[in-house]
Nanobody, 117 residues
Framework: QVQLVESGGGLVQAGGSLRLSCAAS????????MGWYRQVPGKQRELVAT???????NYADSVKGRFTISRDNAKNTVALQMNSLKSEDAAVYYC???????????WGQGTQVTVSS
């Protein structure tokens, strides 16, 4: 089964940028939908952005115009470029691969994003 590993999180000042990367241990071409989610303590995990195999994207309203998701099927990676970061963007960010045969999907271990004001 595929394993997902996120990287790129860290501490950034409000207004700054970070680029998250998700590396898969095997081909992501089999996954039509991949995405990024985030979670803060005490709250449910929420959708940030998704991307289909052919590059169609979907974003949470809160990140539209600031975040960009991309996908490289040849390199088995999914990235999230985050610009104009706000304090409310601070969270643990998780990479996800949606699989019809696995209701819970595949998840990475998460990467922490901290935004200082």
């Amino acid at each position: 089964q595929v394993q997902l590993v996120e990287s790129g999180g860290g501490l950034v000042q409000a207004g700054g940028s970070l680029r998250l990367s998700c590396a898969a241990s095997s081909s992501i071409f089999i996954f039509n939908d991949m995405g990024w989610y985030r979670q803060v303590p005490g709250k449910q995990r929420e959708l940030v952005a998704t991307i289909t195999r052919d590059g169609s994207t979907n974003y949470a309203d809160s990140v539209k115009g600031r975040f960009t998701i991309s996908r490289d099927n040849a390199k088995n990676t999914v990235a999230l470029q985050m610009n104009s970061l706000k304090s409310e963007d601070a969270a643990v960010y998780y990479c996800n691969a949606f699989a019809p045969w696995r209701p819970q999907g595949y998840w990475g271990q998460g990467t922490q994003v901290t935004v200082s004001s």
